[in-house]
């Protein structure tokens, strides 16, 4: 018997991370049965601060104790657990607590000239040898910190995205060791980031959040204050000279970093207050070597790395002084071209001026969507030197699935890379162009699928804590983007699907991980969207539907004869039904944390689903929308009581479509779903399996290596779509790799947290085997099947502390504990 994944609010062994109290989780393995009990003891400086003794209700999905918790301090703990057959397990682990709400006493400053980017630097001595040392700091826009000539920290682009109006995010670093008897150096490299940046498209803001670059920071030895930012601070020459998310970074290793005299005190306007982090750091994963170096027939010069990715591309300069090499991001070749369009007005180069010096040579404070790199230099280039880096907030990957056709496969990755590469701080729609935004349909259209591939609670709750506070001042309701950008760009909120990601995301966050503790913390925004919805409709009277506004809806469905992105589903429908899943989803909410109003929101759910039936629901108890998404809307969202005839005509649609989807952002996700769960799971199968536009095997053989915009983003003849709203990097239609292993694997929860799952495999022929195996909340499960002849072979795992309930084709429902299974 083994414990792992050892977590608090989520995080591993969290380190200056907003909490009020620990809330644990684990899972177990090696080991038969169930948890008998659970006992945590918490130790600070080896003295016992709390035990819990042994406890039968400890839920390893999420275990709050009562605590309180002290600023600067690292709570040790030790986590123990009984099961029901009398093994016993141990492990260690621990938290760290940041200033919490201790006064700083260092003061916020900034450099005195505007410039792109900054370097602030103190010089102090430390007269003896600490056993211990922690920095706490926020530099804005983003910040690298460097003591004593090293970068301090693995993570990048600090202090991230957030809404920066309602709170500031502090990071605490390690810097153990880091410090020598006698003089230290502590500088903080200042880049402008989303903070001051441009940001938006059509041009864009710039000074959105702040006009001018800032930093604050402790650095503490043994707990005793060693220096802290002021205006003794010096400015230096920065050699980046130029940054920005959309346009990329330009260093010039030329420059000295002079002094230019001392910064000034003073403190970010209309900001929120500082307080401890809730983002994820945004570090390193995997690093790419170039797969091919070409020379185009124009005579450009060009890296392939092979995968579309979100990061940058460092590499070893050996230039001549003087030389300079500039790196542009590309998606995709054109005739064998360069080609930028699609990143419209963001330039997203990397321009390196050499000093003559041999160096490791990255970007600071940018980012790209990439593939390609067009390279730039008057000295020849060797491939070797190049190496690509994704970079992404910091979730592991959960799930592996494999099945017999490769471009299912690719498929699956493609799927994968593109929740990967629109994970960077915040749910971006996509990595390259001048967009990169936190939309809030896009994010809540994969949460589903996000939470069964990645782990995901962490970044949610950050997430979801910025989307609150916007909420706080629009009586409500959900911006298009989160954060806000602020003015009068994409003010607008209350969209359909867009603004249900405020109840969407928070619940399958509960869904897939059973943290009642985050959903405690989520539920107000829930709430507060339905009541938002509720109080525009009841004000306009009659029943309870939603009868106005603008609805995105089924965005960039393929079914309008109409021109445009607007799908032909009736947007007030859609938005009729998100409206009613919502209140279901409060309701639930609200029953689970014990609070009364639920009656009050089911009773709500029930009028709507009734004004609903009425007005879109005919006699015989269908959707009179014909469209594929209208109709999977009505079987997923149990608007209809004749799910098995909706099925039907679901199907009907999709098969007098040449069994074709045309779906767009709210019915590509339900789609497979709804028709599976109806007996048509061969047309599900069907669909996955077309090559031919619009499918998702189409953009597979054209050698996509991640999800597009559009069903055509890359039109037959290789040529990109020529509208001018083009991602080869957009995460929505990767809903797919959800259905894959839901459905066609059959692992889905039962219960919060898969603490009892569903497992539902649904062989068929034509991709001969396949199985997923999920690291969910509760532990791993294991689901997949073969064809060996006319024989289907099953093999399921399930995980200590759980139960399955296994369904398996023209068998009797079995009801399974944990173990290995063969079938
Ligand atoms: C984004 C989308 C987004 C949409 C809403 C686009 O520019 O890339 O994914 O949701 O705008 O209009």
């Known amino acids: 018997m083994k414990l792992t994944n050892l977590r608090v609010w989520n995080l591993v062994e969290p380190v200056g991370y907003a909490m009020n109290a620990p809330v644990f989780s684990w899972t177990v393995e090696e080991a038969q049965g169930e948890q008998a009990f659970a006992r945590t003891t918490v130790r600070v400086n080896g003295e016992t601060a709390y035990d819990s003794g042994e406890e039968r209700a400890a839920d390893s999905l999420g275990w709050k104790i009562r605590l309180p918790l002290l600023p600067r301090t690292r709570y040790d703990y030790t986590l123990t657990v009984q099961s029901t057959s009398g093994e016993r397990a141990t492990a260690d682990s621990f938290f760290e607590t940041g200033k919490r709400d201790e006064t700083w006493t260092a003061k916020w400053i900034s450099p005195r000239q505007s410039r792109s980017c900054a370097q602030l630097r103190k010089r102090f001595t430390v007269s003896a040898c600490t056993e211990s040392a922690r920095l706490y700091m926020c530099g804005l826009g983003v910040y690298e910190v460097w003591l004593n000539g090293e970068k301090v920290g693995d993570e990048y682009l600090a202090p991230g995205y957030h809404a920066y109006d309602f709170h500031l995010a502090a990071q605490t670093y390690d810097v153990t060791g880091r410090l020598r008897e006698g003089e230290n150096e502590l500088i903080i490299a200042l880049g402008e980031g989303w903070f001051k940046g441009r940001l938006g498209f059509e041009g864009g803001y710039t000074d959105l959040y702040g006009d001018r670059l800032y930093a604050i920071a402790e650095l503490y030895g043994d707990g005793v204050l060693l220096t802290a930012t002021d205006e003794s601070w010096e400015e230096l020459h920065s050699p980046v000279t130029f940054a920005n998310i959309y346009d990329g970074e330009t ?338 909410s609200a029953n689970l944390l014990g609070f009364a109003e639920a009656g009050e929101y089911r009773d709500l759910a029930a009028e709507i689903l009734a004004a609903i039936r009425e007005k879109y629901f005919g006699a015989d108890g269908l959707c009179q929308i014909r469209t594929q998404t209208a109709a999977a809307l009505a079987i997923v969202f149990g608007l209809t009581k004749k799910v098995q005839e909706q099925g039907d005509v679901l199907y009907e649609l999709v098969a007098g479509n040449n069994s074709h989807l045309n779906t767009g952002f709210v019915g590509t996700p339900i789609l497979c779903p709804a028709l599976s769960s109806t007996g048509h799971h061969d047309m599900a199968v069907t669909l996955l399996l077309q090559e031919d536009f619009p499918s998702w095997l189409y953009s597979v053989r054209l050698g996509a290596t991640t999800i597009w915009e559009r069903w055509n983003s890359v039109l037959p003849d290789g040529h990109m779509n020529p509208e001018g709203m083009n991602s080869l990097n957009h995460y929505t239609y990767g809903s797919i790799a959800g259905w894959m292993l839901s459905w066609l694997c059959g692992v889905r929860p039962a219960l919060p947290g898969y603490r009892k799952a569903i497992l539902e495999p649904r062989p068929d022929r034509r991709l001969g085997h396949a199985e997923a195996k999920l690291d969910t909340a509760a532990g791993r499960f294991v689901c997949g099947w073969r064809f060996e002849g006319d024989t289907v072979h099953y093999h399921v795992e399930i995980p200590f502390g759980a139960v399955a309930e296994l369904r398996l084709p023209g068998q009797r429902v079995q009801e399974l504990s944990p173990g290995k299974y063969d079938f």
């Open 251 to 588: 260093w010039d290793a030329r420059i000295a970093p002079d002094l230019l005299g001392n910064a000034e005190e003073t403190e970010p306007e209309h900001c929120g207050v500082l307080q401890d982090r809730v983002s994820l750091p945004v570090r390193a994963f995997d690093r790419f070597s170039v797969k091919e170096l070409m020379e185009t027939p124009k005579g450009d010069t060009i890296l392939d790395f092979g995968q579309n990715m979100t990061g940058w591309v460092e590499f070893r300069s050996r230039l001549p002084e003087g030389t300079s090499l500039t790196l542009t991001a590309g998606e995709i070749l054109q005739d064998g071209e360069f080609y930028h369009d699609n990143y419209r007005t963001a330039k997203t180069e990397f321009t390196y001026i050499s000093d003559g010096q041999e160096r490791m040579v990255r970007p600071h404070f940018t980012f790209f969507g990439f593939r390609y790199m067009k390279v730039s230099c008057t000295c020849p280039v060797n491939a070797d030197d190049f190496t690509a880096v994704h970079l992404r907030s910091a979730m592991p990957g959960t799930t592996v699935f494999a099945c017999g056709n490769p471009l299912v496969n690719r498929l699956y990755e493609n799927a994968l890379w593109g929740m990967k590469d629109n994970l960077l701080e915040v749910p971006t729609d996509c990595p390259q162009r001048d967009e990169r935004l936190g939309w809030t349909g896009d994010a809540q259209a994969i949460s589903d699928t996000a939470c069964q591939s990645l782990y995901m609670p962490a970044f949610y709750r950050k997430y979801l804590w910025d989307m609150r506070a916007e909420q706080s001042i629009l009586g409500g309701s959900v911006p298009n983007v989160v954060p806000r950008i602020k003015r009068d760009m994409i003010g607008e909120h209350g969209s359909c699907p867009w603004a249900d990601a405020g109840v969407i995301i928070p619940f399958n966050t509960w869904r897939y991980y059973g943290n009642t503790e985050l959903l405690r913390e989520t539920y107000p925004g829930m709430k507060d969207w339905v009541d938002c919805q509720r109080r525009r409709e009841e004000a306009i009277g009659g029943p309870h539907l939603v009868k106005d506004g603008f609805h995105f809806a089924d965005w960039l469905a393929l079914d309008n004869p109409q021109p445009g992105p607007f799908g032909a589903t009736d947007p007030l429908y859609i938005a009729s039904a998100y409206y009613y899943r919502c209140a279901q989803i409060v309701a639930e």
